[in-house]
């Protein structure tokens, strides 16, 4: 079992920064490969940014490739989105996932097949 963890999410205005946090506990991370999800109400969760098992690989969405950055802290068993240039469109829930791979540098943007789940964090940006 691994418990998730979301952190830093708040009200920021448009143009500003945010760092997203996902503490796991149960388990070592690097066993897992990674997302970041989002949603809004009324909408389904949409893919943000995942990352390999082996960290060597990455894949975001077009709407956020060059502003937003996944990344992973071993020592702190933590993941992180590095949320830069938000704008008012990127206000949401984020939710960040695990899943168990065997794969050291498959991503897997189709939130489909995630083994764990956050509670969530949300992200206000306003205009």
């Known amino acids: 079992q691994v418990q998730l963890v979301e952190s830093g999410g708040g009200l920021v205005q448009a143009g500003g920064s945010l760092r997203l946090a996902c503490a796991a506990s149960?388990?070592?991370?690097?066993?897992?490969?990674m997302g970041w999800f989002r949603q809004t109400p009324g909408k389904e969760r949409e893919f943000v940014a995942v990352?390999?098992?082996?960290?060597?690989?990455?894949y975001y969405a077009d709407s956020v490739k060059g502003r937003f950055t996944i990344s992973r802290d071993n020592a702190k068993n933590t993941v992180y989105l590095q949320m830069d240039s938000l704008r008012p469109e990127d206000t949401a829930v984020y939710y960040c996932a695990a899943r168990r791979t065997v794969s050291s540098d498959r991503l897997y943007p189709a939130d489909l097949g995630y083994d764990y789940w956050g509670q969530g964090t949300q992200v206000t940006v306003s205009s």
């Open positions: 149960g388990r070592t991370v690097s066993n897992y490969a």
């Open positions: 990352l390999s098992r082996s960290t060597a690989s990455t």
